[in-house]
């Protein structure tokens, strides 16, 4: 599983960053959300990974650490993902009105030279 | 919880929400309303933030406030802590605020919606940055920071606005991106986000995981250094603050020094000399980034073609200047960047509005500006009628010059305003680096720090010179009393920084000394008591 997830983040993150150094804004913002998700796997991941364990320890077993998976990654990653979508929503409204003001989707607003 | 003053750490934060949440009720017709309303919410965080100065100050030797957001004690809850820095930090923003403010009063404000919503929002998050206690929190209060900013330096549209604010936001989303994978990697190794907490459990950190933690540390300092716009990573900052409009600009000035201000918080918390194998970490790098970051921002300036630019190149040299003394490590280098911090950044949100004033006769007034996007949302700025009567006040050259040249001597260090006196410690402090004489780290930052001088001063003066030694036919820019008032107080400001040099140093002084031990400010943190 620990593979699986590290071959999925890089492959994410390298797609992300091919697609950031694009000079069209759409390509620009899928890339930025590309490492988004990328990120927040990342974040998930360093809580370690356990499988089938319980998010919290009921009162009335014994408290044993090592029972349970790390709540806080979870719980960071929630802010994480509200926080990098709506941000990602605004960059699309600012996309939108520099496609609108330059009519182009060059990040520059106009192409190069040929 | 007994008095109000138990309170008091929280209020810079909690103020600007509520009245920035409240204002949303009323539509953009009721401007002076909301233009009432920004103004008390910004004397009561003025007035929040000199009590916080005036506590941290009397207290001496005494430890950080602290108080722990809904009761939960430290490692577990998030706490906000106010020490002397975050004090300085907090009047700086508020002081810079208050000038923006008063400025955007006489026209800006209208310039596109919902200004007054957004600029409150702004200065509650770098509030929240500078008072927070967690990794994670600062982190959200600095997104909220930015999504403010986003929406401010796209404030009064155009398509030189639209297309700077498009860079602007995509790298610092990319830098929100570097932020969060340092937090995870430190959560990861160390099983903390509490700053305290963390400072505390560095040293016992084992060998195989302690190269993890020193590189989360690292991405954490690429997302700061973004931030403060050091060299190589700084270079979008002069073309988006010169787009922005004038008041923006001003309070972004502010923005590039949170990144600064989590640097030196985190660098002299977490890397002591208590910090065991990771002591030091990353001093070498950060007096390197401050030292290519000065010498760049001196090229930049004199290559600047515009006077926006210009100060966007000064206020790069400023962050330079405070993490080439942070990297330096010597106490009163440091005191002496922070006092340079302080009255540059105050000088710089001066000059972009003089800017704008001395740039108004100039341009042929946003004419063709752009077909509206969103069709309901925009409003030109200079087509509105005029709410004040715009006076043509005598001499208004000659005051114009003052400030400028006021603004000039702040920025370049020269005497007798109180950018010198932070350079002049910083000389002090940089050739008497313990263990015999000044070595070469010091002498190259003394070099480079006069080279900057020199390079500011040619280039602010070539600037004056262009712009008021103009021809007595040209008529004077026309200037409104509110923006009058916003440059008095911003230059007023300065002025007060270098009348009571001597106070303000000792603060800065106790500031350093009090970074210098962070066995108080953890003990404070997690020793404080629950009421």
Same mark, same amino acid.
């Given at each position: 599983?620990?593979?699986?997830?590290?071959?999925?983040?890089?492959?994410?993150?390298?797609?992300?960053?091919?697609?950031?150094?694009?000079?069209?804004?759409?390509?620009?913002?899928?890339?930025?959300?590309?490492?988004?998700?990328?990120?927040?796997?990342?974040?998930?991941?360093?809580?370690?990974?356990?499988?089938?364990?319980?998010?919290?320890?009921?009162?009335?077993?014994?408290?044993? =650490?090592?029972?349970?998976?790390?709540?806080?990654?979870? =719980?960071?990653?929630?802010?994480?993902?509200?926080?990098?979508? =709506?941000?990602?929503?605004?960059?699309?409204?600012?996309?939108?009105? =520099?496609?609108?003001?330059?009519?182009?989707?060059?990040?520059?607003?106009?192409?190069?030279?040929? | 919880?007994?008095?109000?003053? &138990?309170?008091? #750490?929280?209020?810079?934060?909690?103020?600007?929400?509520?009245?920035?949440?409240?204002?949303?009720?009323?539509?953009?017709?009721?401007? +002076?309303?909301?233009?009432?309303?920004?103004?008390?919410?910004?004397?009561?965080?003025?007035?929040?933030?000199?009590?916080?100065?005036?506590?941290?100050?009397?207290?001496?030797?005494?430890?950080?406030?602290?108080?722990?957001?809904?009761? %939960?004690?430290?490692?577990?809850?998030?706490?906000?802590?106010?020490?002397?820095?975050?004090?300085?930090?907090?009047?700086?923003?508020?002081?810079?605020?208050?000038? /923006?403010?008063?400025?955007? *009063?006489?026209?800006?404000?209208?310039?596109?919606?919902?200004?007054?919503?957004?600029?409150?929002?702004?200065?509650?998050?770098?509030?929240? @940055?500078?008072?927070?206690?967690?990794?994670?929190?600062?982190?959200?209060?600095?997104?909220?920071?930015? /999504?403010?900013?986003?929406?401010?330096?796209?404030?009064?549209?155009?398509?030189? +606005?639209?297309?700077?604010?498009?860079?602007?936001?995509?790298?610092?989303?990319?830098?929100?991106?570097?932020?969060?994978?340092?937090?995870?990697?430190?959560?990861?190794?160390?099983?903390?986000?509490?700053?305290?907490?963390?400072?505390?459990?560095?040293?016992?950190?084992?060998?195989?995981?302690?190269?993890?933690?020193?590189?989360?540390?690292?991405?954490?300092?690429?997302?700061?250094?973004?931030?403060?716009?050091?060299?190589?990573?700084?270079?979008?900052?002069?073309?988006?603050?010169?787009?922005?409009? /004038?008041?923006? @600009?001003?309070?972004?000035?502010?923005?590039?020094?949170?990144?600064?201000?989590?640097?030196?918080?985190?660098?002299?918390?977490?890397?002591?000399?208590?910090?065991?194998?990771?002591?030091? !970490?990353?001093?070498? %790098?950060?007096?390197? /980034?401050?030292?290519?970051?000065?010498?760049?921002?001196?090229?930049?300036?004199?290559?600047?073609?515009?006077?926006?630019?210009?100060?966007?190149?000064? #206020?790069?040299?400023?962050?330079?200047?405070?993490?080439?003394?942070?990297? *330096?490590?010597?106490?009163?280098?440091?005191?002496?960047?922070? !006092?340079?911090?302080?009255?540059?950044?105050?000088?710089?949100?001066?000059?972009?509005?003089?800017?704008? #004033?001395?740039?108004? &006769?100039?341009?042929?007034?946003?004419? &063709?500006?752009?077909?509206?996007?969103?069709?309901?949302?925009?409003?030109?700025?200079?087509?509105?009628?005029?709410?004040?009567?715009?006076?043509? #006040?005598?001499?208004?050259?000659?005051?114009?010059?003052?400030?400028?040249?006021?603004?000039?001597?702040?920025?370049?260090?020269?005497?007798?305003?109180?950018? !010198?006196?932070?350079?002049?410690?910083?000389?002090?402090?940089?050739?008497?680096?313990?263990?015999?004489?000044?070595?070469?780290?010091?002498?190259?930052?003394?070099?480079?720090?006069?080279?900057?001088?020199?390079?500011?001063?040619?280039?602010?003066?070539?600037?004056?010179?262009?712009?008021? %030694?103009? $021809?007595?036919?040209?008529?004077? $820019?026309?200037?409104? $009393?509110?923006?009058?008032?916003?440059?008095?107080?911003?230059?007023?400001?300065? *002025?007060?920084?270098?009348?009571?040099?001597?106070?303000?140093?000792?603060?800065?002084?106790?500031?350093?000394?009090?970074?210098?031990?962070?066995?108080?400010?953890?003990?404070?943190?997690?020793?404080?008591?629950?009421?």
């Amino acid at each position: 599983m620990e593979f699986i997830l590290a071959v999925g983040i890089g492959v994410l993150v390298a797609s992300g960053v091919w697609l950031i150094l694009r000079p069209r804004t759409f390509q620009v913002i899928i890339g930025l959300s590309l490492i988004a998700y990328a990120v927040n796997l990342f974040i998930f991941a360093m809580g370690r990974l356990r499988v089938g364990a319980p998010p919290a320890l009921t009162s009335t077993e014994a408290i044993d =650490a090592a029972q349970y998976t790390d709540p806080v990654p979870q =719980a960071l990653v929630l802010t994480a993902i509200v926080i990098s979508f =709506a941000l990602t929503a605004l960059f699309l409204v600012v996309l939108l009105a =520099a496609r609108g003001l330059t009519g182009t989707d060059h990040v520059d607003g106009r192409e190069p030279p040929e | 919880m007994t008095g109000l003053a &138990d309170h008091l #750490i929280i209020l810079p934060i909690i103020l600007p929400l509520v009245t920035a949440a409240a204002m949303l009720l009323f539509d953009e017709r009721q401007r +002076r309303l909301k233009a009432a309303l920004s103004l008390l919410t910004l004397a009561g965080i003025l007035a929040a933030s000199v009590a916080l100065l005036s506590g941290a100050a009397s207290e001496g030797g005494e430890a950080p406030q602290v108080y722990a957001l809904g009761n %939960w004690a430290a490692p577990f809850g998030i706490v906000l802590v106010a020490d002397r820095l975050s004090a300085l930090m907090l009047v700086l923003s508020s002081t810079l605020g208050a000038g /923006a403010l008063f400025f955007a *009063l006489a026209r800006w404000d209208g310039a596109g919606p919902r200004f007054h919503a957004l600029f409150l929002l702004l200065l509650m998050g770098v509030n929240g @940055a500078v008072l927070t206690g967690d990794l994670f929190n600062l982190f959200v209060f600095v997104e909220l920071m930015l /999504a403010a900013s986003y929406g401010l330096v796209l404030h009064g549209s155009g398509e030189e +606005r639209v297309r700077a604010g498009l860079h602007y936001i995509a790298i610092n989303l990319g830098a929100s991106m570097l932020f969060l994978i340092g937090v995870s990697l430190i959560y990861g190794t160390a099983g903390t986000l509490n700053m305290a907490d963390l400072a505390g459990r560095i040293p016992a950190l084992s060998d195989d995981v302690r190269p993890l933690f020193e590189l989360g540390c690292a991405v954490l300092a690429m997302a700061f250094l973004i931030k403060a716009s050091t060299w190589p990573l700084g270079f979008w900052l002069p073309r988006t603050y010169a787009a922005a409009s /004038a008041p923006v @600009a001003a309070m972004l000035a502010i923005m590039s020094k949170v990144g600064v201000y989590a640097l030196i918080r985190l660098s002299l918390l977490l890397f002591g000399p208590a910090a065991g194998a990771s002591a030091g !970490f990353g001093d070498d %790098w950060l007096l390197a /980034a401050g030292l290519t970051t000065i010498a760049f921002g001196t090229v930049g300036a004199l290559g600047a073609r515009e006077l926006t630019r210009a100060v966007g190149f000064s #206020i790069m040299i400023s962050s330079g200047t405070v993490l080439a003394a942070l990297g *330096l490590g010597d106490d009163r280098a440091l005191a002496g960047a922070l !006092f340079y911090m302080a009255g540059s950044t105050l000088a710089a949100g001066a000059l972009y509005l003089l800017a704008e #004033i001395l740039a108004r &006769d100039d341009i042929e007034i946003v004419e &063709d500006a752009s077909e509206q996007v969103f069709a309901d949302e925009y409003q030109d700025p200079f087509d509105q009628e005029t709410r004040e009567e715009a006076i043509a #006040i005598p001499l208004t050259v000659a005051v114009l010059g003052g400030a400028f040249l006021a603004c000039t001597l702040t920025l370049a260090g020269l005497p007798p305003l109180a950018g !010198f006196i932070g350079k002049l410690a910083m000389f002090i402090g940089a050739l008497s680096s313990e263990g015999g004489g000044p070595g070469f780290a010091g002498w190259t930052t003394v070099a480079l720090l006069t080279l900057s001088s020199l390079g500011v001063l040619i280039c602010l003066a070539r600037f004056g010179v262009a712009e008021l %030694w103009v $021809p007595a036919e040209e008529p004077s $820019p026309k200037v409104r $009393p509110v923006e009058f008032a916003a440059l008095a107080g911003l230059i007023g400001a300065v *002025l007060l920084l270098t009348l009571f040099g001597g106070t303000v140093m000792g603060y800065m002084d106790q500031t350093v000394a009090g970074l210098g031990r962070p066995g108080e400010y953890i003990s404070a943190v997690l020793g404080a008591e629950i009421r």
